[in-house]
């Protein structure tokens, strides 16, 4: 089992671990630890890189299998052995755009469900960029300027992000967090993670978060589209 790092610290950009499984023929590495971010929810999994026995190896994916994060290297070259110790390090600078973009999304979540009440059904991101679908069907091209001037007051009020992981029956008993789906959650989960933007938004989410919205930056509401007579996708970018 790999010890998820990132889901107690998102700010930690470096760290050792020992080597628990490896993937031979996809070049895959599971840690006992790790800050790498595996993938989920709509944030893609992050790249950095492993060093061991004096040679850095960049990983270009990580990726969840079972309770193991496997860390893929680029490379034809020899894996570390098992019970080898390793250092690891994120691409920082693409880590924290998504930790901000991932951030700006839940300010939309918040922002749309306190102003119209409109519940979202997914979304996806890339560096400073995302979308999100909401059962939206009052959504017009009047609000796009709208809701950008209402998200940019929540990054310039400073809201704290709060992260907590919560047992299971603890967090089905928060009504905010029954409108987001929270029961399509396995049966086998027992722990329940939760990212709240205090006054705003609360979600159970794995993802990887900055711990203010004030470091989200300026989002801009770049698009709207129509995906049948209530799904709307929302398109934004972070500036
Ligand atoms: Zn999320």
Not at 6 to 13: G, P, V
Not at 46 to 52: P, T
Not at 80 to 95: A, I
Request: glycine letters at 8%; aromatic letters at 8%.
């Amino acid at each position: 089992m790999t010890e998820q790092l990132y889901q107690y610290n998102s700010y930690l950009q470096t760290f050792d671990a020992m080597v628990t499984a490896l993937d031979e023929e996809n070049r895959g590495i599971a840690l006992d630890r790790t800050a790498f971010y595996p993938g989920g929810g709509g944030q893609p999994a992050d790249r950095g890189s492993l060093q061991f026995e004096g040679i850095t190896y960049a990983v270009t994916r990580a990726r969840k299998i079972g309770d193991q994060v496997f860390h893929f290297l680029e490379w034809e070259l020899t894996l570390p052995s098992l019970g080898e110790k390793v250092h690891g390090q994120l691409d920082w600078e693409r880590r924290y755009q998504l930790m901000r973009t991932h951030t700006a999304m839940h300010i939309l979540c918040g922002v749309i469900f306190r102003d119209y009440g409109a519940s979202v059904t997914g979304g996806d991101m890339d560096p400073l960029q995302g979308r999100m679908d909401f059962e939206f069907e009052t959504m017009h091209k009047d609000l796009v300027e709208k809701i950008e001037q209402a998200v940019n007051r929540e990054v310039a009020a400073a809201r704290p992000v709060r992260v907590d992981i919560l047992p299971r029956e603890d967090a089905f008993r928060i009504p905010d967090l029954i409108r987001t789906k929270i029961n399509l959650l396995p049966e086998g989960i027992t722990q329940v993670r939760t990212v709240e933007i205090v006054g705003l938004d609360l979600q159970a989410d794995g993802g990887t978060h900055v711990a203010n919205t004030s470091e989200v930056g300026h989002i801009r509401v770049v698009d709207y589209k129509s995906k049948g007579k209530i799904n709307k996708r929302i398109y934004v970018s972070i500036e």
